[in-house]
């Protein structure tokens, strides 16, 4: 009887153990699709059914396989944070390097589909790939390649001696992230405005390859329209005045914010500081006081003044000093700044191998004269008719070799 009773319950605690986990896995069941649907989830199946996203390029990450790649986003992962969210290291089972994205979303659910949209619409190497999503939290998840090598802003503010950034280097990030803008611009299925472009959002991969990254502000607009409307943002020391001024975003206002990015990459300088004197502070003013007052090296940065043709550099200047013009319509578009600094890349390889060849050149004569000198004293020192009388066959022989 007691036997019998004891197996009993047993029977019932495992009976209601089941129904505990059947019911708990219903609840958490619930909970991810009513953050599904909370966080855009059919809005996104929407856009993917209809073709607006490339299904094959992206992927809806599971909650479970997000929580195993980053460890449970533990803060040791923490890659970086920001207005946008913070993102994390991760390690797919596959064992691919990821970055995760926590999305602060904050009840704007269509912004977050938007850079989701978005990004499914670049193809450039100079921009930073977006793999997928996860929308089974409270804050939607989406996952990145990731880049290694941290952003600009670190190693022009935070300059490493194992590795400086070379002149060469400062311009060919420069022509990277032009050529990213311009595509941006002119090239994608709709004109994509970034909206948000500054040296912390500019990554480098493992071969210092410029990235442009962090979509969270960017808006597509129609080929027709000329400017977005919209209440103003963006980071101060990077905003177009005339934006600041009208609320209204062209794509001249990119064209801003990259003339202050190749100015940080001529002068090392950041964009705002207190601790130079006034009016140095904003370093684009300063910047411009010093092209007009003819006295631009002040404020060149010294690596690029020692490695770079001075009128390279100038040439460079130019074209940053352009990209700030206060009124927009006088701006270049981004395809014509990335013509002038590919032109500008151009004459300074061909100065560098001219250099290298002029080089050449020196040490073949040095090595020429070295040699004749050598060879005129060998001769006079062994020449036996000059130091005894007649000469032999022999000694004939080696003359006229």
């Known amino acids: 009887m007691g036997v019998s009773s004891s197996f009993g319950s047993i029977i019932l605690l495992l009976v209601l153990w089941r129904l505990y986990k059947l019911v708990r896995k219903n609840i958490v069941k619930k909970r991810k699709e009513e953050f599904f649907?909370?966080?855009?989830?059919?809005?996104?199946?929407?856009?993917?059914?209809?073709?607006?996203?490339?299904?094959?390029?992206?992927?809806?990450?599971?909650?479970?396989?997000?929580?195993?790649?980053?460890?449970?986003?533990?803060?040791?992962?923490?890659?970086?944070?920001?207005?946008?969210?913070?993102?994390?290291?991760?390690?797919?089972?596959?064992?691919?390097?990821?970055?995760?994205?926590?999305?602060?979303?904050?009840?704007?659910?269509?912004?977050?589909?938007?850079?989701?949209?978005?990004?499914?619409?670049?193809?450039?190497?100079?921009?930073?790939?977006?793999?997928g999503s996860c929308l089974e939290t409270e804050i939607p998840l989406l996952v990145y390649e990731f880049i290694p090598n941290g952003n600009l802003f670190e190693y022009l503010h935070k300059q490493n001696e194992d590795l400086p950034i070379t002149w060469d280097m400062r311009l060919r990030i420069a022509i990277e992230v032009a050529g990213a803008l311009f595509y941006l611009h002119s090239s994608a299925a709709q004109p994509i405005y970034h909206r948000d472009i500054k040296s912390t959002n500019?990554?480098?991969?493992?071969?210092?390859?410029?990235?442009?990254?962090?979509?969270?502000?960017?808006?597509?607009?129609?080929?027709?329209?000329?400017?977005?409307?919209?209440?103003?943002?963006?980071?101060?020391?990077?905003?177009?005045?005339?934006?600041?001024?009208?609320?209204?975003?062209?794509?001249?206002?990119?064209?801003?914010?990259?003339?202050?990015?190749?100015?940080?990459?001529?002068?090392?300088?950041?964009?705002?500081?207190?601790?130079?004197?006034?009016?140095?502070?904003s370093l684009t003013s300063y910047f411009i006081l010093c092209m007009e007052e003819n006295r631009l090296f002040d404020i060149i940065d010294e690596r690029v003044t020692k490695e770079g043709k001075k009128e390279h550099i100038i040439a460079v200047a130019i074209v940053a000093s352009r990209c700030l013009q206060l009124n927009g319509k006088k701006r270049p578009t981004m395809k014509e700044v990335t013509?002038?600094?590919?032109?500008?890349?151009?004459?300074?390889?061909?100065?560098?191998?001219?250099?290298?060849?002029?080089?050449?050149?020196?040490?073949?004569?040095?090595?020429?004269?070295?040699w004749a000198m050598y060879s005129t004293t060998s001769n006079i020192s062994s020449t036996p008719y000059l130091n005894s009388g007649t000469p032999t066959l022999e000694d004939v022989h080696i003359l006229t070799i």
């Open 37 to 131: 649907k909370r966080n855009g989830g059919l809005l996104l199946e929407q856009r993917l059914s209809s073709g607006e996203v490339k299904v094959d390029q992206f992927k809806l990450f599971n909650l479970k396989d997000l929580e195993k790649a980053t460890d449970h986003f533990n803060m040791n992962r923490v890659l970086g944070k920001g207005g946008q969210g913070t993102v994390y290291k991760g390690m797919l089972i596959d064992g691919k390097i990821v970055a995760v994205k926590k999305f602060k979303v904050e009840g704007k659910v269509e912004e977050f589909i938007n850079e989701f949209v978005i990004l499914s619409q670049i193809n450039h190497r100079n921009v930073v790939k977006l793999l």
């Open 202 to 281: 500019i990554l480098l991969d493992e071969k210092y390859k410029a990235k442009v990254a962090d979509f969270g502000a960017s808006r597509m607009v129609s080929i027709e329209a000329t400017h977005l409307t919209t209440v103003v943002q963006g980071t101060f020391g990077y905003l177009d005045p005339e934006y600041f001024h009208t609320s209204q975003f062209t794509e001249k206002s990119d064209v801003y914010s990259f003339g202050v990015v190749l100015v940080e990459l001529l002068t090392g300088q950041k964009p705002i500081s207190s601790l130079r004197p006034v009016e140095a502070r």
């Open 339 to 370: 013509l002038e600094l590919e032109g500008i890349q151009k004459l300074e390889g061909k100065s560098n191998t001219q250099e290298k060849q002029d080089e050449l050149e020196l040490v073949r004569i040095e090595d020429y004269e070295s």
